[in-house]
């Protein structure tokens, strides 16, 4: 992408040389991160998002920079933050070059999935907005959410065995191995992923979903090319599974299962619940 020079020189003439004490002026290019920053009552501070940044329903009004993974120079410099947030899958990188070369700092973090990680998006954004405590409280608050379905989860004798499908669009059905955002969240609410013989999301055939044998089907509320779900049940091969025949489908948003933002206490409870109806409600933390 070129950059109209003397469009770009008036913009990074508006640049802070340097960010002293908390950035006033920030973007997000990330969904997670753009979270963290409204349950950190500072979205004050936000000038602009990425188009993953639809929660909560205040943050998809702020201008826009374009898909995190593909987000535009010409956006971001546009608003003249003081520092761009983003993960470590957001770019392009000669994007984020460009960036910085204008004068903007860019303070990036982890993309993988993992509690370990929302800790260090949450405390590194407190850090760099300088609200340690309401970061620490953020934290402890996701911390009680996830004891609370470990303490159900101490129940259960067998892990239900779950496909997370991403897209049957064309007819082909593209589900998660391991190493993915949904074979992270699977576990930590305690299911197995059904897919184990390989990494990523691919393309599955009939006899590797039978095979499988899945007691749940997990699927995006919205988006991707999947429908509305109920039909994949009754399709060649799922409909031999534990899945169709008890007719265990789960559905939940996309940002809410697999953003691994401050809302991953929730997440994690309502599949919990979701997977193991039966366990005792009224488990609470020892």
Partial sequence: MKINVIWLFLCTSLMPALVLGAPQSIVSADGSLTEIVYALQQQHRLVGVDTTSKYPAQAATLP??????????EGVLSLAPQVLIATEDSGPDIILKQIAEAG???ERYSAKPGLAVVREKIQGLAKLLEVEAAGDALWQQVST???????????????VKVMFVLSTAGGSVLASG???????????????????????????????IVSAAPDVILMMARGGDHGGGED???????????????????????????GFGPRIGEAINRLVADFYPRLDVAATVQ
Avoid at 189 to 208: C, D, L, Q
Avoid at 232 to 258: C, Q, S, Y
């Fill in 178 to 208: 391991a190493d993915t955002m949904a074979d992270a969240i699977i576990g930590l609410a305690g299911g197995v992923n059904a897919i184990s013989a390989f990494t990523g999301y691919k393309p599955i055939s009939v006899e590797a």
């Fill in 104 to 106: 903007v700092t860019i």
């Fill in 145 to 159: 959410d996830v004891a609370r379905a470990r303490a159900k989860l101490s129940q259960v004798k067998e892990p």
């Fill in 232 to 258: 994949l049940l009754a399709r060649e091969g799922f409909k031999l599974t534990p899945a169709a025949i008890n007719n265990r489908l789960v559905k939940m948003d996309g940002m809410l299962m697999l």
């Fill in 64 to 73: 826009q920079i374009g898909y995190k993974r593909n987000i535009s120079a």
